[in-house]
């Protein structure tokens, strides 16, 4: 079972390993590593795929402190330390899109290109906000009980095969430790403003059922980046998309991929 020590951190990842390009790939909020598999399965070999688990998450060792989506992109930057890699694709879903795009402004020189899954630059919208944070205050206070958990299930995945395995997930999760990366996702900052300084290549996946971010989020994401190579609707795609709707992700991914 692969570790890092990074940041004070014990992070868990998986590495396809063979002498393939690197790609990192950042998972969403409340999700893990996991939620990549039919990515790994499509470009491994091909592809040296990296999945890991951040700050609060999977099998990742947490200290429970506060934390930024900055200090992720760090951890995502050291994992490439660790991993003696010099340069690679960095891809993100959601929270994993924040950090990737954080760390192409913190060392441009080591992201060769950005994937971005149903995320965003802005900060949380504050409609949504006080909702998200009644979660959050039932979830520390009271548990994962089934409403709240079908709740999320059904706005991050919305597929009822797929909903289950990861209840069991979100039910084994140390309800303590989501207080740090939910104050973490909903005090984001906005890096909007910043865009204009990321300029390698990148793809805008975004499914046009997401009812977190929606699908003009993604498309004002793709405007922004001078090196946005176009935006990819998941037709019915939800939050998750790349997990949920694989056979409309993994082509133009790969193809994406293959062109670097």
């Known amino acids: 079972m692969p570790f890092a020590e990074i940041n004070g951190q014990r992070l868990r990842f998986d590495d396809s390993g063979g002498d393939g390009p690197p790609l990192v790939l950042s998972h969403g909020f409340l999700m893990d590593r996991e939620m990549f598999a039919p990515q790994v399965q499509a470009l491994a070999p091909e ?13 990742t060792e947490f200290d429970l402190q506060p934390f930024t989506y900055w200090d992720s992109a760090r951890d995502c930057l050291g994992l490439l330390d660790h991993l003696a890699i010099d340069r690679a694709v960095l891809g993100g879903m959601s929270q994993g899109g924040f950090l990737s795009m954080r760390a192409a402004l913190l060392a441009p020189e080591r992201v060769r290109a950005l994937v971005l899954i149903d995320t965003q630059s802005g900060p949380e919208d504050p409609e949504r906000l006080p909702a998200y944070r009644e979660m959050q205050q039932t979830w520390l206070t009271v548990g994962p009980v089934d409403e709240l958990m079908q709740a999320i299930a059904d706005l991050l995945i919305g597929d ?18 989501l207080k740090a990366p939910g104050d973490c996702l909903f005090d984001r900052d906005d890096m909007t403003d910043r865009l204009s300084e990321i300029t390698c290549p990148a793809i805008v ?30 037709e019915g795609g939800p939050h998750a998309s790349n997990l949920t709707h694989p056979d409309q992700v993994n082509g133009p991914l790969l193809e994406f991929l293959r062109s670097l």
Do not use: Y
């Not at 592809?47 to 688990?53: E, L, M, S």
């Not at 929606?214 to 405007?223: A, N, P, S, Y």
């Open 160 to 177: 009822p095969v797929l909903n289950e395995p990861w209840i069991e997930k979100w039910r084994a999760l140390p309800t303590e430790a």
């Open 47 to 59: 592809f040296r795929v990296i999945t890991w688990d951040q700050r609060g998450f999977g099998e």
């Open 205 to 234: 996946f975004h499914g046009t059922a997401d009812r977190s971010i929606e699908i003009k989020l993604g498309e004002q994401l793709c405007r922004a980046l001078s090196g946005c190579r176009g935006l990819v609707r998941v």
